[in-house]
């Protein structure tokens, strides 16, 4: 189960979260939103990704969440109120609103979040050259997922170099931004400078050669991931559908 | 050839006319801006395409200009090799055999060739090991390693290395020589900047000195580090050559200047059984 979900076409799972996503804000129940982070959670421990996926939820969604919440909460007005100071209201009208939007934040965002942990960057961008994007496109993301560990890398060596020279990196809020002129400065400064040896690289392996490109790394779309988005575009118009008709009545 | 690069007002390097012989190793030494990295920039073509400035002459391959060739393309026929092992690596791969594919992928090459070719190419560099590895956490050594496997298994026929070892300890640097050896047997033409001279006197089949821009002395490694007007151009003697010079300044007749450790030897066992 868990690699038939992993090998689907990158293209497909994207459908998949975003109908799944964006439904939830149209369905007129609350309950739905939850119902399918409760499937995005199941689906990340059927792939064995489900504590890496709580703990990815929680750092980065949670805090947006009850924010949006308590925000809606308290400043959406309402008729039935149940507590008031100021401007800030609860009311029955309320608690609906803000349940309804958390819900459905919550089901796009944790359904884009486990696309994201169940699909490497480099199936997302060999699915995009399928789809057309220029050599230099791929390149361009790909390398740049790579920089980000390496540049980390790189600032501590820097931010160590500097300690040893007297700089003081670490304590108060204000000793830490003092820091970032000599740490940044040489990181970006030698990013730059490096560009130009990354493009003689680049030329030394034949980049901008005008002839097609091959790819070893292939992603292929099969007939079983064409049939998946089929259904799931229908079942999508149809929740659209029936919450036109549900208005209209 | 001569340029002179954008930002500067005098000529990097002067009126330099230098042939290299097909399957010859061709060692270019120098002081530090002698215009050695400059000379590599040229023949590979990134001079004046890539770094800008005035240049004069032109360089031949074959009798072709390589003006006329794509700056991509010519990656077929030179393979370019620099110091700094940290930026040889495309960035946009997470193997190394993936690595070592890439310049073969931007070439079109079918890509059952790109695995025969790859599996070949890690084999002879001897780093099969690292196949899955990411390029990003291999040592400096192991990342030019893999720098040399990446423009070999292009399999172009012309080598320009740059200092490959400057920045490597010294099993790196013996590690990189054996590569070189192994090019060289595989009938490549090389283009060597290097700064270790007894090496050089080891495998080099031409020594080509320059001194602040321009040609001064041109030979087959006895020839020149034999010759006592190379310590004029401030460049260093291999161990064996500047020891034998010595003696034969103070006054023992030698009757040639050793600058291997092989013929050093020889010439130390003669003497001893004389």
């Known amino acids: 189960m868990a690699s038939r979900i992993r090998a689907l076409y990158p293209g497909t799972k994207l459908i998949i979260a975003l109908a799944i996503g964006i439904s939830a804000f149209i369905v007129p129940t609350y309950w739905f939103g939850f119902a399918a982070f409760g499937l995005a959670v199941i689906v990340a421990f059927v792939c064995g990704e489900g504590k890496a996926y709580l703990k990815l939820v929680r750092n980065s969604l949670l805090i947006l969440l009850i924010f949006m919440f308590v925000m809606r909460l308290l400043f959406s007005g309402g008729k039935t109120i149940y507590w008031q100071w100021g401007y800030m209201i609860i009311s029955a009208e309320s608690i609906a609103v803000s349940l309804a939007f958390v819900s459905g934040v919550l089901a796009l965002g944790s359904f884009l979040l486990l696309f994201f942990m169940l699909t490497p960057v480099k199936d997302i961008t060999a699915a995009l050259s399928n789809a057309g994007l220029p050599p230099s496109g791929t390149y361009v993301v790909l390398s740049a997922i790579q920089m980000i560990p390496e540049m980390r890398k790189q600032s501590a060596t820097i931010m160590d170099a500097q300690k040893t020279r007297g700089v003081e990196t670490e304590g108060k809020l204000f000793t830490r931004i003092k820091a970032f002129v000599p740490t940044l400065g040489p990181l970006i400064l030698s990013s730059i400078a490096s560009t130009e040896e990354r493009v003689i690289t680049l030329e030394s392996r034949g980049f901008t050669a005008p002839v097609p490109k091959t790819r070893l790394y292939v992603v292929t779309k099969r007939r079983v991931d064409t049939t998946i988005e089929i259904i799931v575009i229908v079942a999508f118009v149809a929740v659209i559908a029936g919450r036109i008709a549900l208005s209209l009545l | ?274």
């Open chain 2, 1 to 274: 050839m001569s340029f002179t690069y954008a930002t500067a007002k005098d000529s990097s390097v002067r009126d330099i006319d230098l042939t290299i012989e097909q399957g010859e190793l061709c060692a270019l030494v120098g002081a530090n801006g002698s215009g050695k990295t400059t000379v590599c920039n040229i023949i590979r073509g990134f001079i004046p395409r890539f770094h800008t400035g005035e240049m004069s002459g032109q360089v031949l391959i074959n009798g072709e200009d390589i003006k006329e060739t794509n700056l991509g393309l010519l990656a077929l026929q030179i393979g370019f090799v620099f110091q700094n092992p940290f930026v040889q690596i495309s960035g946009s791969k997470d193997t190394v055999f993936e690595e070592v594919a890439f310049g073969l992928e931007n070439l079109g090459v079918d890509v059952d060739i790109i695995r025969s070719r790859v599996e070949e190419t890690l084999e002879l560099i001897g780093i099969q090991h690292l196949r899955d590895s990411n390029p990003f956490d291999l040592s400096g050594g192991q990342k030019q390693r893999v720098a040399f496997a990446s423009i070999l298994a292009m399999d172009p026929p012309i080598f320009v290395i740059d200092e490959p070892t400057s920045q490597l300890d010294p099993q790196g640097t013996e590690d990189i020589f054996e590569i070189i050896k192994l090019l060289k047997n595989n009938g490549k033409t090389i283009l060597l900047v290097e700064h270790k001279m007894e090496l050089i006197a080891e495998y080099a089949d031409h020594v080509v000195v320059l001194d602040d821009g321009a040609l001064v002395m041109s030979g087959t490694t006895s020839e020149v580090f034999g010759s006592p007007e190379l310590a004029t151009h401030r460049v260093a003697y291999p161990q064996y050559a500047e020891a034998a010079l010595g003696v034969r300044e103070s006054g023992v007749p030698l009757a040639r200047i050793a600058v291997t450790r092989e013929e050093a030897l020889a010439d130390l066992t003669e003497a001893m059984h004389s």
